[in-house]
Every structure is written in C-alpha cells, then in structure tokens.
C-alpha cells in the first residue's frame, strides 16, 4: 500500500514571500500521479498543481510550482508571491496508474496549515 | 458547470442511530467517490463507483457503512449502527474515467454524541 508523509503539520510565511511545503511518499510503483490540494474552510477540495511521474518537467501553475525527486520520493509545493488568500490546509495525494479494474482513489497526507501573515 | 451536490451540510446524531449521506456528481462523470475525514487527517477513501458497479470498496466498514449509487447517477452512503469514531467530513467526488481531475463537495459534517 501507498503511504503519504506531510511533516509539517504548520507553515507561516509573510504576504508576498515564498514558502515550500514538503511531500514524501512511499510505492513500489513506477506509474502513478501526484496532486496538491488547497482545502479552505469551506472544506471543499480544490485541486492546485498535479505531477505525472513519467515526466521529468516539474509541473508550474501561475504561482504554483512542484519539485518532483521520484528517486527521492519526495514532491514539494512552493508557492511564490503569496497571498492572504492562500491561507488554507495542503494536502498531498497520491493516485495509482496500475492499480487493477481502475481503482484509482487518492490517498492523502495528513495536511499542512497554511498562515499567511499581512 | 454546476459542482458535485452534497447533503446535508452538517449531521448530528446520537450513537446507535442511523444516518444517510446524499451525492449528486456532476453530470457525464462515471467515476464517484466517497471519502471519510476525520479532524487534522486527510481523506480516507471509503468506495469508488464507476457508473453503478463498485471498483474498490476494501476500506469502507462494511458491517455498519453501505453505499449504493442508483441509476449510476445520485450516490448514498449510510452508517447503521453509528459509532462515536464515526464524527467526520464524509466528502464526495467525482471525475471522468481515468486519470483526469477528481472533484469534490463541500461534504457533510457529521457529529455522533
């Protein structure tokens, strides 16, 4: 089975500054997909950046960047410029590319708190 | 494009008692999915549908949760007898078949005393 380590449980950063949130995780599979969600109070799950594995180009979205290490098995988040609306809980998923009769449900970190601080 | 429906928004209930949980995906997706957060966790998946068939289900508590997805359309999830450990968000997502975007409710809270 996958597992997905987020080890910051907290994360504050000023209103315009970068900050990283880390990711590792751990497969014995070599296709797959990783995700960083956004989850605001609201509690629905907004999806911010995904990675396939098969690609060696870390993926960008605006602000959004990822720094995929599949030897590594680590995927992190940085967020540059960030804004008051940033603040929210991350979450780091994995999803399976190989599993049998297309079983493919996320399975997520614990989360990061997000502060952004004006 | 209207978003993936959830009700109720918030549940309470005491132990012991039953409770049902309401999902309307968005429309065309085939693939519906139920998830189970517990505070300062992440989702859980508990079953995945496509249309109406059960893909995965090998985390869902089968003596006390059922799902069904009727028509392969509305999905609902019940918990029968409810447990104290049951109180969670139980979030509900949807996609299109295969590695596309999944996505979710707003989910419903529910508080088991």
New interface residues.
């Given amino acids: 089975a996958q597992t ?1 380590t987020q080890s910051q449980p907290e994360m504050s950063v000023q209103e315009a500054e970068t900050v990283t949130l880390s990711c590792t995780y751990d497969t014995s599979e070599s296709d797959y ?1 990783l995700f960083w969600y956004k989850q605001p109070p ?6 911010v950046i ?1 990675q ?1 594995a098969y690609k060696q180009q870390n993926a960008t979205e605006n602000r959004f960047s990822v720094n995929f290490q599949k030897a590594a098995k680590s995927f992190s988040l940085k967020i540059s410029d960030s804004q008051l609306g940033d603040a929210a809980m991350y ?1 780091c ?1 994995y ?1 399976s ?1 190989m ?1 049998g ?11 990061t708190h997000l502060i952004i601080q004006p | 494009e209207a978003g993936v429906a959830q009700s109720p928004r918030y549940k309470i209930i005491e132990k012991r008692q039953s409770v049902a949980f309401w999902c309307n995906p968005i429309s065309g997706h085939a ?1 519906l ?1 139920w ?1 189970q957060q517990i505070l ?6 508990l079953i ?1 549908f ?1 249309n109406n068939g059960v ?2 289900d090998s985390q869902l508590p089968k003596d006390r949760f059922s799902a069904e997805r009727l028509k392969g359309v509305d999905s609902t999830l019940k918990i029968q007898p409810a447990k104290l450990e049951d109180s969670a ?1 139980y ?1 509900c ?1 949807s996609s299109l ?1 295969g ?1 596309t ?2 996505f ?4 419903t ?1 529910l508080t088991v005393v």
């Fill in positions: 997905v997909y609201s509690r629905q799950m907004i999806l995904r396939e979450f998923a999803r590319a599993a009769g297309g079983a493919d449900g996320l399975t997520f970190g614990k989360g | 693939t999915y998830y300062g966790q992440g989702p859980k998946l995945q496509q893909v995965d968000v979030l997502a078949v590695p975007e999944a979710f409710g707003q989910g809270r």
